[in-house]
């Protein structure tokens, strides 16, 4: 492809190189003496209820003439990822068909690139991340996120927590952070860019949830732009791509490209999903051609629905900290106005996109008011113990903002919460003596969790067993429990209050943890115990629990299970959170190491 070629494609936002080639497959209608086995669709000719299948079979097509090869473009792939670049602002980009997921994997598997390597890496990661550190045999210093004082919700690491890690671990690879968070929350990361690019080395973004930063002059920058080397977006969660559609950008030189490609090949399908593929050229098309006013109606629909939420004074919106003035002005609209913060705030923006409510009264937790949504024909993005996050895109019209406040005037009008105790209560309806408002103070959350009462509040509280070289060999061998000597367990957590995340092997005088090395090895079954969560504490996981979404591990395999976390697994429980990694998904049991000698009780 000549250079004048590809520059007059790039000037051409409205094209959609892979996309009019898969059109153009299926018009010229040629006899398929290739994969896949359905023949264009015609496998199912006949067939009740395919026809929507067929219409996307149609185009399902494999590397054929015409149709490029995702692990070596030269052609229509080429071209629409090149367009990519240009519309994300990258040097360069990748199409991903296994989601983020493949993205995350890829790039730390190109920076630890041989086993043992050491990467820092925030506390409040996905699960997709400790898998790809897993893969690579690489070991993380975990960096302890910061926490929003006002929903208790962990965003990111500190900067100064940033310096103090690579001050003491020079030799690390690169720096990865999540920024934005499931919730829409999220600071800037040009300080971050300049923090690592000054000790040489790549910081790594995984922004699955913001691959519609930038685009608009209402939404925050995106991390390109703040200069991060490599970024993983979900174009699929906040964009307009098929699920699984996502994309990897380059830019700098501090990533081995080549390495890249090869790692992508790893963890990509050698039979990509061209649908996916097509959907992404189109979702990038989308706003690549349309420019800021592709998100105009999206917003107003956002808007439409902040405005009539005001009006609902028992459902609260999160947003972000305000500096403290003397005199803050009181917002329009009857809305609350932003929380005030004397000191730097947690996080400083909030993706207008991500509208997330809770109920001020606490009758209703998060799981519940999800439920109660969903059976007025209106279904949440995901819940906590608190919080519904309610998701708005580039596709959502007035009318659903309307349909989703008629259902929430509903529920305020029937006064949803706790029923009687004889009633048919579902087990997540907390009753307010039994659950918290959504916005705590940290001791307040800490007091709910340990339901202790206000003046019984201890100032100590046992932590994770500090993950040492020492205590690896000896978890990786058959030693018994009572080995270890008080020195081995860690002092009490940084934030024991407001974490909803583990703090695995972070020290309370450090917000950095020590190395802990990651590898593919499993325990024998016959090492394990199932035990009630309530028996828990104090015994050694054997499992890692992942509440699901937002995918980010409450408990890990390996790690000292506190009194907090038990009984935040006992009350997820009885919520009836949905949980990744458990044996038991419902939290009846939790799998331990054999190392107290206790029963399960029925």
């Known amino acids: 492809m000549s250079i004048e070629y590809r520059d007059a494609q790039l000037r051409n936002k409205e094209s959609a190189p892979l996309w009019e080639a898969l059109q153009n497959y299926r018009q010229k209608g040629r006899t398929s003496f290739h994969v896949p086995g359905h023949k264009n669709g015609k496998a199912y000719m006949g067939v009740p209820g395919a026809d929507l299948l067929m219409d996307v079979l149609s185009v399902d097509v494999t590397e054929i003439t015409g149709t490029d090869d995702l692990h070596q473009p030269d052609g229509v792939i080429l071209e629409a990822q090149r367009l990519a670049a240009d519309c994300f602002g990258a040097e360069e980009s990748f199409f991903l068909v296994g989601g983020s997921t493949a993205g995350n994997l890829a790039m730390i598997l190109t920076v630890c ?63 990865l952070l999540t920024m934005p968070n499931y919730y829409g929350m999220g600071t800037d990361l040009t300080a971050w860019s300049e923090l690592c690019h000054a000790a040489g080395i790549p910081l790594l973004v995984d922004e699955a949830h913001g691959a519609h930063y930038g685009q608009h002059p209402d939404l925050p920058r995106h991390a390109l732009s703040c200069g991060a080397d490599v970024v993983v977006q979900s174009t699929h969660k906040m964009l307009a791509a098929m699920t699984m559609g996502a994309m990897l950008h380059v830019q700098g030189p501090r990533l081995d490209r080549a390495l890249l ?58 947003q972000p900290p305000q500096p403290r003035s003397p005199a803050a002005a009181s917002p329009a609209g009857g809305q609350d106005p932003p929380p005030q913060q004397a000191g730097p705030a947690a996080y400083t923006h909030q993706d207008p996109f991500k509208a997330v409510i809770y109920d001020r009264t606490g009758a209703l937790s998060g799981f519940a008011l999800q439920r109660a949504l969903e059976e007025r024909g209106c279904v949440p993005e995901m819940s906590d113990e608190h919080h519904v996050v309610l998701l708005f895109t580039l596709g959502s019209t007035e009318e659903d903002a309307k349909h989703l406040l008629q259902a929430l005037q509903h529920m305020v009008e029937e006064d949803l919460g706790e029923q009687p105790a004889d009633s048919n209560e579902e087990p997540d309806q907390l009753s307010p003596a039994d659950s918290s408002p959504p916005v705590q103070s940290p001791q307040e959350l800490q007091r709910l969790d340990s339901n202790e009462e206000p003046d019984q509040l201890s100032s100590s509280a046992p932590s994770p067993l500090v993950q040492s070289p020492q205590e690896l060999q000896r978890l990786d061998s058959n030693e018994e429990p009572d080995q270890i000597s008080s020195a081995d367990s860690s002092p009490q957590l940084k934030h024991p209050a407001t974490h909803n995340v583990s703090t695995w092997n972070i020290f309370e005088a450090q917000s950095y943890s020590e190395p802990v090395a990651f590898h593919l090895g499993t325990l024998d079954p016959k090492e394990l115990t199932a035990l009630p969560p309530e028996q828990c504490a104090g015994e050694i996981a054997g499992e890692t629990i992942i509440p699901y979404p937002p995918g980010i591990p409450l408990l890990y395999a390996g790690e000292r299970i506190t009194p907090k976390q038990a009984k935040r697994l006992v009350r997820l429980r009885d919520l009836g959170a949905k949980c990744q990694g458990a044996a038991d998904p419902a939290l009846r049991t939790i799998l331990v190491r054999n190392t107290s000698g206790k029963q399960v009780t029925s």
């Open 261 to 318: 490609r090869q790692r992508l090949a790893m963890v990509q399908s050698s039979s990509p999903s061209y649908p996916v593929m097509g959907s992404l050229d189109l979702a990038r098309r989308l706003i690549h051609a349309q420019g800021p006013s592709a998100f105009t109606a999206g917003l107003a629909a956002v808007n439409t629905f902040k405005r009539g939420l005001a009006q609902l004074p028992r459902l609260g919106l999160l």
């Open 113 to 175: 690139a041989q086993p043992g390597d050491l990467i820092l890496v925030q506390r409040n990661v996905h699960k997709s991340v400790l898998n790809g550190l897993m893969l690579a045999g690489a070991q993380a210093v975990f960096l302890d996120p910061e926490v929003d004082a006002g929903s208790g919700l962990a965003i990111a690491p500190s900067l100064a927590a940033g310096s103090a890690a690579l001050s003491a671990y020079p030799k690390a690879k690169g720096v």
